[in-house]
């Protein structure tokens, strides 16, 4: 039995702790991973969201006749809530006069409003603000 008593194997406290400390730590760095996947995930989900919101804009914009887009589309911060997200929609569309057939007053066939750019953004805010923006052109021609 005296060989039982001055034999030291087994594991002090000061041991113990320090296992716990590194198990401790790995643990807090595995959360800290789900976490911050969790986290971009969900900022991808909300950035899909706020396409939808804009190609749905953008569609409607294609379906209006070409005469009457700019009375039809304008629009500057308008709420719209979709899925988990709230941000303000602004659709602004723009007449443009193409140089290849001169600007302004100099214009060949006296028409300015060659064609339209049309642009939507939307803005919504989570851990930070965010927007995203499409814009396309559409000409009378077709």
Sequence with gaps: MNN????????TLTEAMIAMLIATIVMLGGLNFFYGGEYFINRIKNKR???VIVENRMELAHNFPYSVLADSLNENN??????DILGLRTTKVDSIDDEADGLGGS????????????????Q???KS????TLSSYISKYW
């Design 49 to 51: 969201i706020a396409l």
């Design 129 to 132: 603000t965010q927007t995203i």
């Design 124 to 126: 919504w805010t989570g």
């Design 4 to 11: 039982f008593i001055l034999n030291e194997t087994g594991t």
């Design 78 to 83: 308008t709420q719209v809530s979709m899925g």
């Design 107 to 122: 214009d060949s066939d006296g028409d300015t409003d060659d064609y339209k750019k049309i642009t939507v953004s939307f």
